[in-house]
Protein backbone atom coordinates (compact mmCIF):
# COMPACT_ATOMS: atom_id res chain seq x y z
CA UNK A 1 0.00 0.00 0.00
CA UNK A 2 2.84 2.31 -0.25
CA UNK A 3 6.07 2.61 -3.05
CA UNK A 4 9.60 2.54 -1.62
CA UNK A 5 11.92 4.83 -3.41
CA UNK A 6 15.41 4.55 -2.91
CA UNK A 7 17.87 6.96 -4.34
CA UNK A 8 21.63 6.99 -4.02
CA UNK A 9 21.17 5.61 -0.27
CA UNK A 10 24.98 5.49 1.50
CA UNK A 11 25.27 4.60 5.10
CA UNK A 12 28.96 5.20 7.18
CA UNK A 13 29.44 4.55 10.35
CA UNK A 14 31.75 5.27 12.73
CA UNK A 15 33.16 8.33 10.65
CA UNK A 16 33.23 6.99 7.44
CA UNK A 17 35.57 3.61 8.60
CA UNK A 18 32.47 1.23 8.04
CA UNK A 19 30.57 1.29 5.12
CA UNK A 20 27.44 -0.60 5.77
CA UNK A 21 25.17 0.36 2.58
CA UNK A 22 26.99 2.10 -0.52
CA UNK A 23 24.85 3.97 -2.79
CA UNK A 24 22.05 1.79 -3.18
CA UNK A 25 18.68 2.55 -5.56
CA UNK A 26 15.84 0.28 -5.99
CA UNK A 27 12.32 1.08 -6.54
CA UNK A 28 10.08 -0.88 -4.56
CA UNK A 29 6.04 -1.16 -5.88
CA UNK A 30 3.17 -0.64 -4.26
CA UNK A 31 2.12 -4.10 -2.52
CA UNK A 32 5.12 -5.82 -3.58
CA UNK A 33 6.64 -8.20 -1.92
CA UNK A 34 10.55 -7.90 -2.10
CA UNK A 35 13.12 -9.95 -0.29
CA UNK A 36 16.80 -8.44 0.20
CA UNK A 37 19.39 -11.34 0.43
CA UNK A 38 22.55 -11.35 1.11
CA UNK A 39 25.50 -12.81 3.68
CA UNK A 40 25.59 -11.59 6.95
CA UNK A 41 27.52 -8.00 7.55
CA UNK A 42 26.55 -7.37 4.05
CA UNK A 43 24.04 -4.04 5.32
CA UNK A 44 21.14 -6.13 5.16
CA UNK A 45 19.73 -4.99 8.83
CA UNK A 46 20.91 -1.37 8.06
CA UNK A 47 19.13 -0.99 4.84
CA UNK A 48 15.66 -2.35 6.65
CA UNK A 49 16.61 0.02 9.67
CA UNK A 50 16.80 3.02 7.39
CA UNK A 51 13.16 2.02 6.15
CA UNK A 52 12.03 1.90 9.38
CA UNK A 53 13.06 4.68 10.51
CA UNK A 54 15.72 3.39 12.96
CA UNK A 55 18.51 4.63 11.31
CA UNK A 56 19.21 7.87 9.06
CA UNK A 57 20.73 7.74 5.35
CA UNK A 58 24.48 9.05 5.45
CA UNK A 59 23.80 10.71 1.75
CA UNK A 60 20.84 9.68 -0.49
CA UNK A 61 16.82 9.91 0.09
CA UNK A 62 14.37 7.53 0.70
CA UNK A 63 10.61 8.22 -0.66
CA UNK A 64 7.34 6.76 0.85
CA UNK A 65 5.29 7.30 -2.57
CA UNK A 66 5.93 10.80 -2.87
CA UNK A 67 6.84 11.94 0.52
CA UNK A 68 10.56 12.74 0.96
CA UNK A 69 10.89 10.16 4.55
CA UNK A 70 14.63 10.71 5.21
CA UNK A 71 17.22 12.49 3.42
CA UNK A 72 21.50 13.34 3.63
CA UNK A 73 21.54 12.18 7.58
CA UNK A 74 18.16 14.06 8.25
CA UNK A 75 14.93 12.36 10.03
CA UNK A 76 12.03 14.37 8.04
CA UNK A 77 9.36 11.23 9.02
CA UNK A 78 10.15 9.61 12.15
CA UNK A 79 9.27 5.34 12.58
CA UNK A 80 6.06 5.97 14.25
CA UNK A 81 4.62 8.26 11.58
CA UNK A 82 5.73 5.77 8.67
CA UNK A 83 2.97 3.32 9.09
CA UNK A 84 5.32 0.06 9.67
CA UNK A 85 4.58 -2.74 10.84
CA UNK A 86 8.10 -4.73 11.70
CA UNK A 87 8.94 -8.70 12.65
CA UNK A 88 12.58 -8.41 14.31
CA UNK A 89 14.82 -11.13 13.74
CA UNK A 90 14.38 -12.19 17.87
CA UNK A 91 10.82 -11.36 17.57
CA UNK A 92 11.04 -8.12 20.53
CA UNK A 93 7.97 -9.16 22.25
CA UNK A 94 7.64 -7.37 25.43
CA UNK A 95 8.41 -10.04 28.08
CA UNK A 96 5.85 -8.06 30.61
CA UNK A 97 2.97 -8.24 28.90
CA UNK A 98 0.68 -10.90 27.39
CA UNK A 99 0.68 -12.09 24.14
CA UNK A 100 -2.84 -10.19 24.06
CA UNK A 101 -0.99 -7.28 25.84
CA UNK A 102 1.66 -7.43 23.46
CA UNK A 103 -0.66 -7.59 20.17
CA UNK A 104 -2.73 -4.58 21.60
CA UNK A 105 0.48 -2.60 22.33
CA UNK A 106 0.28 -0.53 19.30
CA UNK A 107 -3.41 0.51 19.27
CA UNK A 108 -3.08 1.61 22.61
CA UNK A 109 -0.97 4.46 21.62
CA UNK A 110 -4.18 5.29 19.32
CA UNK A 111 -6.99 6.50 20.62
CA UNK A 112 -9.38 3.90 20.21
CA UNK A 113 -11.68 2.30 22.27
CA UNK A 114 -10.96 -0.56 24.66
CA UNK A 115 -13.72 -2.92 22.66
CA UNK A 116 -12.33 -1.84 19.70
CA UNK A 117 -9.11 -2.81 20.62
CA UNK A 118 -10.11 -5.97 21.79
CA UNK A 119 -12.12 -6.54 18.46
CA UNK A 120 -9.10 -6.10 16.32
CA UNK A 121 -6.53 -8.63 18.67
CA UNK A 122 -9.09 -10.73 18.24
CA UNK A 123 -9.30 -10.68 14.45
CA UNK A 124 -5.74 -10.92 13.70
CA UNK A 125 -5.16 -13.74 16.24
CA UNK A 126 -7.94 -15.79 14.99
CA UNK A 127 -6.21 -15.07 11.55
CA UNK A 128 -2.88 -16.39 13.04
CA UNK A 129 -4.21 -19.05 14.82
CA UNK A 130 -3.19 -17.98 18.27
CA UNK A 131 -6.58 -17.10 19.94
CA UNK A 132 -5.82 -19.51 22.25
CA UNK A 133 -2.99 -18.33 24.09
CA UNK A 134 -4.21 -15.01 24.13
CA UNK A 135 -3.07 -14.54 27.75
CA UNK A 136 -0.30 -16.19 28.27
CA UNK A 137 3.34 -14.49 28.30
CA UNK A 138 6.25 -14.66 25.83
CA UNK A 139 8.17 -16.74 27.65
CA UNK A 140 5.38 -19.61 28.07
CA UNK A 141 5.08 -19.46 23.95
CA UNK A 142 6.57 -22.11 21.41
CA UNK A 143 8.82 -20.42 18.75
CA UNK A 144 6.33 -20.65 16.23
CA UNK A 145 3.61 -18.75 18.36
CA UNK A 146 5.96 -15.91 19.53
CA UNK A 147 6.62 -15.51 15.66
CA UNK A 148 2.87 -15.32 15.40
CA UNK A 149 2.33 -12.95 17.97
CA UNK A 150 4.97 -10.57 16.65
CA UNK A 151 3.50 -11.03 13.45
CA UNK A 152 0.37 -10.20 14.86
CA UNK A 153 1.49 -6.99 16.32
CA UNK A 154 3.15 -5.85 13.47
CA UNK A 155 -0.29 -6.21 11.19
CA UNK A 156 -2.93 -5.15 13.83
CA UNK A 157 -2.21 -1.58 13.57
CA UNK A 158 -2.96 -1.55 9.38
CA UNK A 159 0.42 -1.22 8.38
CA UNK A 160 0.92 0.04 4.39
CA UNK A 161 4.47 -1.69 4.71
CA UNK A 162 5.83 -4.87 6.27
CA UNK A 163 9.18 -5.29 7.52
CA UNK A 164 10.47 -8.69 8.46
CA UNK A 165 14.22 -9.27 9.57
CA UNK A 166 14.94 -12.62 8.82
CA UNK A 167 12.11 -14.09 10.29
CA UNK A 168 12.97 -17.58 10.22
CA UNK A 169 15.84 -18.18 11.16
CA UNK A 170 14.64 -18.34 15.28
CA UNK A 171 12.54 -21.21 13.72
CA UNK A 172 12.56 -24.75 13.85
CA UNK A 173 13.07 -26.30 10.09
CA UNK A 174 10.05 -28.31 9.82
CA UNK A 175 8.17 -25.04 11.02
CA UNK A 176 9.33 -22.74 8.87
CA UNK A 177 8.00 -23.81 5.53
CA UNK A 178 4.12 -23.10 7.18
CA UNK A 179 5.33 -19.96 8.63
CA UNK A 180 6.41 -18.57 4.97
CA UNK A 181 3.19 -19.79 3.88
CA UNK A 182 1.08 -17.90 6.65
CA UNK A 183 3.30 -14.85 5.83
CA UNK A 184 2.27 -14.96 2.43
CA UNK A 185 -0.94 -15.71 2.69
CA UNK A 186 -1.34 -12.79 4.86
CA UNK A 187 0.19 -10.09 2.57
CA UNK A 188 -1.99 -11.40 0.06
CA UNK A 189 -4.95 -10.98 1.83
CA UNK A 190 -4.45 -7.58 3.05
CA UNK A 191 -2.44 -6.35 0.08
CA UNK A 192 0.26 -5.15 2.34
CA UNK A 193 4.01 -3.83 0.94
CA UNK A 194 6.25 -6.20 2.07
CA UNK A 195 10.44 -6.20 2.47
CA UNK A 196 11.81 -9.55 3.91
CA UNK A 197 15.77 -9.42 4.75
CA UNK A 198 17.26 -13.05 4.54
CA UNK A 199 20.18 -14.82 3.99
CA UNK A 200 18.07 -18.01 3.24
CA UNK A 201 17.51 -18.34 -0.40
CA UNK A 202 14.38 -20.72 0.95
CA UNK A 203 12.76 -17.50 2.83
CA UNK A 204 13.21 -15.50 -0.62
CA UNK A 205 11.81 -18.14 -2.91
CA UNK A 206 8.90 -18.90 -1.06
CA UNK A 207 7.99 -15.14 -0.44
CA UNK A 208 9.57 -12.72 -2.81
CA UNK A 209 8.17 -11.53 -6.10
CA UNK A 210 11.42 -9.99 -6.73
CA UNK A 211 14.98 -9.92 -4.46
CA UNK A 212 17.80 -7.59 -4.30
CA UNK A 213 21.05 -8.86 -3.42
CA UNK A 214 23.40 -6.72 -1.28
CA UNK A 215 27.01 -7.58 -1.15
CA UNK A 216 29.39 -5.49 0.46
CA UNK A 217 26.90 -2.87 1.19
CA UNK A 218 25.90 -2.61 -2.56
CA UNK A 219 23.20 -3.73 -4.25
CA UNK A 220 24.35 -6.18 -6.75
CA UNK A 221 21.27 -7.72 -8.67
CA UNK A 222 17.74 -6.89 -9.05
CA UNK A 223 15.75 -10.01 -10.30
CA UNK A 224 13.12 -12.49 -9.92
CA UNK A 225 14.52 -15.11 -8.02
CA UNK A 226 14.49 -17.50 -10.81
CA UNK A 227 16.34 -15.91 -12.97
CA UNK A 228 19.05 -14.34 -10.32
CA UNK A 229 19.30 -18.50 -9.70
CA UNK A 230 19.81 -18.98 -13.42
CA UNK A 231 21.37 -15.96 -14.33
CA UNK A 232 23.62 -14.57 -11.33
CA UNK A 233 26.18 -11.98 -11.99
CA UNK A 234 28.68 -13.52 -9.99
CA UNK A 235 29.54 -16.83 -8.12
CA UNK A 236 28.91 -15.07 -5.36
CA UNK A 237 25.46 -13.88 -6.00
CA UNK A 238 24.92 -17.53 -7.49
CA UNK A 239 26.11 -19.08 -4.00
CA UNK A 240 23.80 -17.16 -1.94
CA UNK A 241 20.51 -17.91 -3.68
CA UNK A 242 21.47 -21.45 -4.25
CA UNK A 243 23.56 -24.65 -3.85
CA UNK A 244 26.89 -24.51 -6.90
CA UNK A 245 30.06 -25.98 -7.27
CA UNK A 246 32.33 -23.45 -7.73
CA UNK A 247 35.35 -24.75 -9.99
CA UNK A 248 38.30 -22.55 -10.44
CA UNK A 249 40.19 -23.72 -13.63
CA UNK A 250 42.92 -22.57 -16.59
CA UNK A 251 40.94 -21.13 -20.10
CA UNK A 252 42.29 -23.20 -23.34
CA UNK A 253 41.18 -22.89 -26.73
CA UNK A 254 38.82 -26.09 -26.07
CA UNK A 255 36.81 -24.67 -22.71
CA UNK A 256 37.68 -24.00 -19.15
CA UNK A 257 39.97 -27.15 -17.57
CA UNK A 258 40.07 -28.18 -14.34
CA UNK A 259 41.99 -31.63 -13.97
CA UNK A 260 40.44 -33.75 -16.50
CA UNK A 261 37.66 -31.68 -16.76
CA UNK A 262 36.58 -29.98 -19.68
CA UNK A 263 34.26 -27.39 -19.91
CA UNK A 264 33.10 -26.28 -23.20
CA UNK A 265 32.49 -22.34 -22.71
CA UNK A 266 34.51 -19.68 -24.09
CA UNK A 267 35.81 -16.66 -22.06
CA UNK A 268 38.49 -13.75 -22.62
CA UNK A 269 40.69 -14.03 -19.31
CA UNK A 270 43.51 -16.80 -18.42
CA UNK A 271 41.41 -18.28 -15.67
CA UNK A 272 37.74 -18.85 -15.16
CA UNK A 273 35.30 -19.92 -12.16
CA UNK A 274 33.06 -22.45 -13.44
CA UNK A 275 29.69 -22.36 -11.31
CA UNK A 276 27.32 -25.53 -11.65
CA UNK A 277 24.23 -26.26 -9.83
CA UNK A 278 24.31 -29.66 -8.27
CA UNK A 279 20.91 -30.52 -9.79
CA UNK A 280 23.03 -30.01 -13.41
CA UNK A 281 25.44 -32.68 -12.62
CA UNK A 282 24.90 -36.22 -13.40
CA UNK A 283 27.30 -39.15 -12.64
CA UNK A 284 27.13 -42.29 -14.84
CA UNK A 285 29.41 -45.28 -15.63
CA UNK A 286 27.86 -45.55 -18.69
CA UNK A 287 27.21 -43.35 -21.64
CA UNK A 288 24.18 -41.65 -21.54
CA UNK A 289 22.31 -40.65 -24.94
CA UNK A 290 20.40 -37.85 -24.27
CA UNK A 291 21.50 -34.35 -26.29
CA UNK A 292 20.42 -31.83 -23.25
CA UNK A 293 23.67 -33.67 -20.96
CA UNK A 294 27.09 -33.35 -22.06
CA UNK A 295 30.04 -35.24 -20.79
CA UNK A 296 33.01 -33.58 -19.55
CA UNK A 297 35.57 -36.02 -18.85
CA UNK A 298 36.11 -38.59 -15.77
CA UNK A 299 35.94 -38.16 -12.31
CA UNK A 300 36.46 -39.88 -8.87
CA UNK A 301 33.90 -40.57 -6.29
CA UNK A 302 35.09 -39.39 -3.28
CA UNK A 303 32.96 -39.18 -0.62
CA UNK A 304 29.24 -40.08 -0.64
CA UNK A 305 26.51 -38.95 2.23
CA UNK A 306 22.72 -38.99 2.60
CA UNK A 307 20.39 -35.98 3.01
CA UNK A 308 17.18 -35.30 2.26
CA UNK A 309 16.24 -38.90 1.15
CA UNK A 310 19.34 -38.50 -1.47
CA UNK A 311 22.88 -39.80 -1.82
CA UNK A 312 25.45 -36.48 -1.55
CA UNK A 313 28.13 -37.93 -3.99
CA UNK A 314 31.34 -36.01 -4.19
CA UNK A 315 33.68 -36.27 -6.97
CA UNK A 316 36.95 -34.51 -7.90
CA UNK A 317 38.28 -34.43 -11.33
CA UNK A 318 41.53 -36.79 -11.96
CA UNK A 319 44.69 -34.47 -11.31
CA UNK A 320 42.77 -31.84 -9.08
CA UNK A 321 41.56 -30.93 -5.90
CA UNK A 322 38.81 -29.55 -6.75
CA UNK A 323 35.56 -30.46 -5.76
CA UNK A 324 32.13 -31.37 -7.68
CA UNK A 325 28.98 -32.11 -5.25
CA UNK A 326 25.30 -33.57 -6.75
CA UNK A 327 22.56 -35.52 -5.44
CA UNK A 328 21.85 -39.23 -7.21
CA UNK A 329 18.81 -41.81 -5.92
CA UNK A 330 21.14 -44.54 -5.58
CA UNK A 331 24.92 -44.54 -4.13
CA UNK A 332 28.15 -44.69 -6.16
CA UNK A 333 31.03 -46.15 -3.99
CA UNK A 334 33.56 -44.05 -3.01
CA UNK A 335 36.90 -44.36 -5.45
CA UNK A 336 34.84 -45.38 -8.39
CA UNK A 337 35.60 -43.70 -11.42
CA UNK A 338 32.34 -42.13 -13.32
CA UNK A 339 31.48 -40.43 -15.69
CA UNK A 340 30.49 -36.42 -15.08
CA UNK A 341 28.15 -34.96 -17.26
CA UNK A 342 26.22 -31.72 -16.98
CA UNK A 343 23.20 -30.19 -18.45
CA UNK A 344 24.24 -28.30 -21.68
CA UNK A 345 22.37 -24.58 -20.73
CA UNK A 346 23.50 -24.55 -17.32
CA UNK A 347 27.04 -24.09 -16.96
CA UNK A 348 28.07 -20.55 -15.51
CA UNK A 349 31.18 -19.07 -16.09
CA UNK A 350 32.58 -16.03 -14.42
CA UNK A 351 36.04 -14.56 -14.75
CA UNK A 352 38.18 -14.19 -12.52
CA UNK A 353 39.57 -11.11 -11.65
CA UNK B 1 40.04 -33.71 47.61
CA UNK B 2 38.77 -30.18 47.82
CA UNK B 3 39.69 -28.44 44.30
CA UNK B 4 42.21 -25.46 44.60
CA UNK B 5 39.61 -22.69 43.42
CA UNK B 6 37.44 -24.05 46.54
CA UNK B 7 40.06 -23.27 48.78
CA UNK B 8 41.15 -19.98 47.32
CA UNK B 9 37.72 -18.91 47.21
CA UNK B 10 36.74 -20.14 50.95
CA UNK B 11 40.15 -19.61 52.86
CA UNK B 12 39.79 -15.77 52.67
CA UNK B 13 36.29 -16.20 53.03
CA UNK B 14 36.50 -18.40 55.70
CA UNK B 15 39.19 -16.06 57.81
CA UNK B 16 37.41 -12.81 57.39
CA UNK B 17 33.93 -13.86 58.45
CA UNK B 18 35.70 -15.33 61.53
CA UNK B 19 37.17 -12.12 62.51
CA UNK B 20 33.73 -10.44 61.82
CA UNK B 21 31.94 -13.17 63.66
CA UNK B 22 34.32 -12.69 66.67
CA UNK B 23 34.10 -8.69 66.54
CA UNK B 24 30.37 -8.68 66.97
CA UNK B 25 30.19 -11.69 69.25
CA UNK B 26 32.67 -9.73 71.83
CA UNK B 27 30.50 -6.50 71.38
CA UNK B 28 27.47 -8.42 72.01
CA UNK B 29 28.92 -10.19 74.72
CA UNK B 30 30.16 -6.57 76.10
CA UNK B 31 26.42 -4.96 76.01
CA UNK B 32 25.54 -7.67 78.79
CA UNK B 33 27.87 -6.10 80.84
CA UNK B 34 28.28 -2.61 82.92
CA UNK B 35 31.94 -1.30 81.71
CA UNK B 36 32.03 2.96 81.55
CA UNK B 37 34.01 5.44 83.15
CA UNK B 38 32.31 4.87 86.19
CA UNK B 39 32.71 1.16 86.12
CA UNK B 40 36.35 0.46 84.65
CA UNK B 41 35.98 -3.36 85.82
CA UNK B 42 33.00 -4.90 83.63
CA UNK B 43 30.75 -6.72 85.68
CA UNK B 44 28.06 -8.95 83.83
CA UNK B 45 24.51 -7.61 84.46
CA UNK B 46 22.10 -8.81 82.18
CA UNK B 47 19.53 -6.91 80.06
CA UNK B 48 20.06 -3.65 82.39
CA UNK B 49 22.21 -1.65 80.13
CA UNK B 50 19.67 -2.49 77.48
CA UNK B 51 16.89 -1.29 79.44
CA UNK B 52 18.85 1.61 80.39
CA UNK B 53 19.46 2.84 76.90
CA UNK B 54 16.69 1.98 75.62
CA UNK B 55 14.53 4.39 77.95
CA UNK B 56 17.04 7.61 76.95
CA UNK B 57 15.60 10.18 74.50
CA UNK B 58 18.56 10.19 72.47
CA UNK B 59 17.94 6.57 71.73
CA UNK B 60 14.38 7.19 70.46
CA UNK B 61 15.57 10.13 68.82
CA UNK B 62 18.32 8.77 66.90
CA UNK B 63 16.76 5.79 65.58
CA UNK B 64 13.70 7.42 64.55
CA UNK B 65 16.23 10.16 62.65
CA UNK B 66 17.91 6.30 61.09
CA UNK B 67 14.75 5.21 60.07
CA UNK B 68 13.46 8.44 58.49
CA UNK B 69 16.29 9.14 56.83
CA UNK B 70 16.24 5.40 54.99
CA UNK B 71 12.64 5.39 54.06
CA UNK B 72 12.93 8.68 52.40
CA UNK B 73 16.38 7.97 51.02
CA UNK B 74 15.15 4.59 49.42
CA UNK B 75 12.08 6.21 48.49
CA UNK B 76 13.42 9.21 46.64
CA UNK B 77 16.56 7.39 45.61
CA UNK B 78 14.61 5.27 43.66
CA UNK B 79 12.03 7.52 42.38
CA UNK B 80 15.37 10.16 41.47
CA UNK B 81 17.74 7.13 40.29
CA UNK B 82 14.67 5.94 37.75
CA UNK B 83 14.22 9.65 36.64
CA UNK B 84 18.21 9.77 35.50
CA UNK B 85 18.93 6.45 34.14
CA UNK B 86 15.74 7.27 31.84
CA UNK B 87 17.29 11.03 31.35
CA UNK B 88 20.43 9.37 30.24
CA UNK B 89 18.93 5.92 28.37
CA UNK B 90 16.93 8.21 25.89
CA UNK B 91 20.34 10.47 25.42
CA UNK B 92 21.14 9.69 21.87
CA UNK B 93 25.29 10.06 22.23
CA UNK B 94 27.26 7.40 24.03
CA UNK B 95 30.23 10.08 25.11
CA UNK B 96 26.95 12.63 26.48
CA UNK B 97 25.51 9.73 28.36
CA UNK B 98 28.93 8.23 30.16
CA UNK B 99 29.79 11.95 30.53
CA UNK B 100 26.66 12.65 32.71
CA UNK B 101 26.81 9.14 34.26
CA UNK B 102 30.45 10.04 35.68
CA UNK B 103 28.85 13.83 36.94
CA UNK B 104 25.77 11.62 38.60
CA UNK B 105 28.09 9.09 40.20
CA UNK B 106 31.10 11.15 41.58
CA UNK B 107 29.68 12.19 44.91
CA UNK B 108 30.07 7.99 45.40
CA UNK B 109 33.54 8.27 44.26
CA UNK B 110 34.96 10.94 47.16
CA UNK B 111 34.75 10.38 50.65
CA UNK B 112 31.23 11.77 52.31
CA UNK B 113 33.25 13.48 54.86
CA UNK B 114 34.65 15.64 52.12
CA UNK B 115 31.03 15.53 50.43
CA UNK B 116 29.75 16.92 54.32
CA UNK B 117 32.63 19.74 54.26
CA UNK B 118 31.56 20.83 50.63
CA UNK B 119 27.73 21.20 51.29
CA UNK B 120 28.18 22.76 55.39
CA UNK B 121 29.93 25.75 52.45
CA UNK B 122 27.00 25.34 50.18
CA UNK B 123 25.00 25.83 53.41
CA UNK B 124 26.44 28.59 54.49
CA UNK B 125 24.57 31.73 55.34
CA UNK B 126 26.46 34.11 53.19
CA UNK B 127 28.38 32.25 50.93
CA UNK B 128 26.95 29.25 49.94
CA UNK B 129 23.43 28.59 48.25
CA UNK B 130 21.66 31.41 49.88
CA UNK B 131 24.27 34.32 48.56
CA UNK B 132 22.89 33.11 45.54
CA UNK B 133 18.83 32.77 46.23
CA UNK B 134 19.64 36.73 47.85
CA UNK B 135 21.11 37.88 44.73
CA UNK B 136 18.14 36.62 42.37
CA UNK B 137 16.15 38.19 44.86
CA UNK B 138 14.89 35.28 46.65
CA UNK B 139 14.81 35.19 50.60
CA UNK B 140 17.61 33.43 52.37
CA UNK B 141 16.82 29.62 53.65
CA UNK B 142 18.12 28.98 56.87
CA UNK B 143 19.31 25.27 55.94
CA UNK B 144 21.63 24.39 58.82
CA UNK B 145 21.03 27.34 60.75
CA UNK B 146 17.35 26.46 61.82
CA UNK B 147 16.34 23.48 64.11
CA UNK B 148 13.35 23.02 61.28
CA UNK B 149 15.44 22.92 58.55
CA UNK B 150 18.59 21.00 59.69
CA UNK B 151 16.77 17.60 59.38
CA UNK B 152 15.61 18.02 55.60
CA UNK B 153 19.09 19.52 54.88
CA UNK B 154 20.28 16.35 55.78
CA UNK B 155 18.16 14.42 53.91
CA UNK B 156 18.85 16.77 50.92
CA UNK B 157 22.85 16.20 51.12
CA UNK B 158 22.49 11.98 51.62
CA UNK B 159 19.87 11.93 48.52
CA UNK B 160 22.29 13.82 46.07
CA UNK B 161 25.37 11.84 47.56
CA UNK B 162 23.62 8.51 47.23
CA UNK B 163 21.07 8.64 44.16
CA UNK B 164 24.06 8.14 42.13
CA UNK B 165 24.00 4.84 42.84
CA UNK B 166 20.42 3.63 42.09
CA UNK B 167 20.94 5.91 39.04
CA UNK B 168 23.73 3.39 37.62
CA UNK B 169 22.31 0.44 38.82
CA UNK B 170 18.47 1.44 36.45
CA UNK B 171 20.68 2.40 34.22
CA UNK B 172 22.70 -1.20 33.65
CA UNK B 173 19.22 -2.74 33.81
CA UNK B 174 17.49 -0.35 31.39
CA UNK B 175 20.79 -1.02 28.78
CA UNK B 176 20.46 -4.22 29.62
CA UNK B 177 17.12 -4.81 27.89
CA UNK B 178 17.01 -6.08 24.36
CA UNK B 179 17.24 -3.06 22.38
CA UNK B 180 14.86 -4.01 19.49
CA UNK B 181 12.29 -4.25 22.25
CA UNK B 182 12.70 -0.88 22.65
CA UNK B 183 13.07 0.13 18.83
CA UNK B 184 10.13 -1.94 18.32
CA UNK B 185 7.89 0.32 21.01
CA UNK B 186 9.25 3.27 19.12
CA UNK B 187 7.88 2.21 15.55
CA UNK B 188 4.51 1.58 17.57
CA UNK B 189 4.94 5.09 18.39
CA UNK B 190 5.06 4.65 22.22
CA UNK B 191 5.72 7.73 24.33
CA UNK B 192 9.54 8.09 25.55
CA UNK B 193 7.32 8.52 28.80
CA UNK B 194 5.24 5.01 27.94
CA UNK B 195 8.27 3.35 26.85
CA UNK B 196 9.83 4.15 30.72
CA UNK B 197 6.72 2.53 32.88
CA UNK B 198 5.72 0.02 30.27
CA UNK B 199 8.41 -1.26 29.41
CA UNK B 200 12.19 -0.47 30.91
CA UNK B 201 10.95 -0.56 34.50
CA UNK B 202 9.11 -3.60 34.54
CA UNK B 203 11.74 -5.30 32.69
CA UNK B 204 14.50 -4.44 35.53
CA UNK B 205 13.25 -5.49 38.96
CA UNK B 206 16.56 -6.35 39.63
CA UNK B 207 18.19 -2.98 39.82
CA UNK B 208 15.30 -2.14 41.97
CA UNK B 209 16.33 -4.90 44.29
CA UNK B 210 19.85 -4.07 43.87
CA UNK B 211 19.43 -0.31 44.18
CA UNK B 212 16.95 -1.08 47.28
CA UNK B 213 19.03 -2.76 48.80
CA UNK B 214 22.03 -0.71 48.74
CA UNK B 215 20.45 2.29 49.20
CA UNK B 216 19.05 0.92 52.43
CA UNK B 217 22.59 -0.11 53.88
CA UNK B 218 23.85 3.12 53.23
CA UNK B 219 21.30 5.14 54.68
CA UNK B 220 20.79 3.43 57.62
CA UNK B 221 24.42 3.05 58.20
CA UNK B 222 25.34 6.82 57.65
CA UNK B 223 27.75 8.04 59.68
CA UNK B 224 29.69 10.70 58.52
CA UNK B 225 27.76 12.95 56.48
CA UNK B 226 25.44 13.62 59.82
CA UNK B 227 28.76 14.09 62.09
CA UNK B 228 30.50 16.92 59.43
CA UNK B 229 27.17 18.38 59.33
CA UNK B 230 26.35 18.73 62.68
CA UNK B 231 30.03 19.04 63.90
CA UNK B 232 30.15 16.48 66.58
CA UNK B 233 27.99 13.81 67.91
CA UNK B 234 25.52 16.19 69.82
CA UNK B 235 23.25 18.10 67.99
CA UNK B 236 20.34 16.07 68.37
CA UNK B 237 18.29 17.36 65.31
CA UNK B 238 20.94 15.54 63.39
CA UNK B 239 22.12 12.22 65.39
CA UNK B 240 21.54 8.94 64.06
CA UNK B 241 21.83 6.12 65.97
CA UNK B 242 25.38 5.44 64.84
CA UNK B 243 26.56 8.75 66.25
CA UNK B 244 24.73 8.33 68.77
CA UNK B 245 26.82 4.94 69.52
CA UNK B 246 30.07 6.79 68.87
CA UNK B 247 28.86 9.83 71.39
CA UNK B 248 28.48 7.15 74.12
CA UNK B 249 32.03 5.74 73.02
CA UNK B 250 33.65 9.30 73.27
CA UNK B 251 31.93 9.62 77.01
CA UNK B 252 33.10 6.06 77.90
CA UNK B 253 30.27 4.17 78.72
CA UNK B 254 31.58 1.46 76.85
CA UNK B 255 28.52 -1.24 77.61
CA UNK B 256 25.93 1.07 76.47
CA UNK B 257 27.53 2.16 73.32
CA UNK B 258 28.02 -1.54 72.48
CA UNK B 259 24.36 -2.28 73.19
CA UNK B 260 23.45 0.53 70.43
CA UNK B 261 25.72 -1.21 68.23
CA UNK B 262 23.92 -4.82 68.92
CA UNK B 263 20.66 -3.55 68.06
CA UNK B 264 21.67 -1.67 65.40
CA UNK B 265 23.20 -4.75 64.00
CA UNK B 266 20.09 -6.86 64.86
CA UNK B 267 17.91 -4.31 62.96
CA UNK B 268 19.80 -3.88 59.99
CA UNK B 269 20.29 -8.01 60.05
CA UNK B 270 16.36 -8.75 60.89
CA UNK B 271 15.57 -6.26 57.83
CA UNK B 272 18.80 -7.72 55.62
CA UNK B 273 18.26 -11.16 55.37
CA UNK B 274 14.83 -12.02 54.50
CA UNK B 275 15.64 -9.35 51.90
CA UNK B 276 19.07 -11.29 50.64
CA UNK B 277 16.92 -14.95 51.53
CA UNK B 278 14.38 -14.08 49.42
CA UNK B 279 15.22 -11.78 46.61
CA UNK B 280 18.75 -11.31 46.16
CA UNK B 281 19.07 -14.99 46.14
CA UNK B 282 16.54 -15.00 42.99
CA UNK B 283 18.57 -12.31 41.50
CA UNK B 284 22.01 -14.26 41.14
CA UNK B 285 20.65 -17.37 40.17
CA UNK B 286 21.77 -18.32 36.88
Redesign the interface.
Known sequence: MVRIIVKNVSKVFKKGKVVALDNVNINIENGERFGILGPSGAGKTTFMRII???DVPSTGELYFDDRLVASNGKLIVP???RK???V???W??????TAFENIA??LT??KMSKEEIRKRVEEVAKILDIHHVLNHFPRELSGGQQQRVALA?ALV?DPSLLLLDEPFSNLDARMRDSARALVKEVQSRLGVTLLVVSHDPADIFAIADRVGVLVKGKLVQVGKPEDLYDNPVSIQVASLIGEINELEGKVTNEGVVIGSLRFPVSVSSDRAIIGIRPEDVKLSKDVIKDDSWILVGKGKVKVIGYQGGLFRITITPLDSEEEIFTYSDHPIHSGEEVLVYVRKDKIKVFEKN | MMKKGTIILVAPTAIFSAILLYLVIWNAVMSFMNWSLLNSKPTFVGLETYSIVIRTFQFTNSLLHSIELSVILVVIGNILGIFIAALLYFLNSNKARSTFLSIVIYPLSISMAVNGLIWLWLFNIHIGVDWLLVRIGLPQFPWLSSTSTMFPSLVLVSVWAYTGIAALFYLAGFMNI?K??V?????????AF?ILY??LI??SLNSFIIATALLFLFSFRIFDLPYVLSGGTTNIFLQTSELYMYYLFTVEYFSQATAVATMITLIATIIIIPYALTVIRRWIRR
Not at chain 1, 92 to 97: D, I, K, R, S, T
Not at chain 2, 183 to 191: F, K, M, N, V
Open positions: AGLPEDIGMFQTALYPNLFPNMRK | DTIEAARLDGTSKKIPN
